[in-house]
């Protein structure tokens, strides 16, 4: 997994979307983490915590780490990308039932 900074991971992304149009499923995951091993992880007040996002399409895995303060920055971009690339879902078709209409 390759670990890129804010603009390059959504700059490949952005590629992943459009190598995979059609063809292959692409995996997004957020996970907040503190980066300490498993087993010495303890609760602390004051500890830091970084936000790690992971994308996988195909064989291509990347991921970035983001500190609290280019979090803003960083999803207004993301949510962009995500709504460009997010146009062939197909409608779910509404169904309706008589005891429904009649409530």
Do not use: C, W
């Not at 503190?34 to 790690?52: I, Q, T, V």
């Amino acid at each position: 997994m390759v670990l890129l900074g804010a603009d390059p991971f959504l700059n490949e992304l952005n590629k992943l979307f459009d190598k995979g149009k059609g063809k292959d499923a692409i995996y997004i995951t957020l996970k907040r983490t503190n980066l300490k091993p498993r087993k010495s992880r303890k609760e602390h007040p004051k500890a830091k915590y970084l936000s790690l996002v992971r994308a996988q399409g195909g064989k291509k895995k990347i991921s970035v780490q983001l500190e609290e303060s280019s979090q803003a920055r960083f999803s207004d971009s993301f949510g962009t990308i995500l709504r460009a690339h997010m146009d062939s879902l197909k409608k779910r078709e509404k169904t309706r039932t008589l005891s429904s209409r009649m409530l």
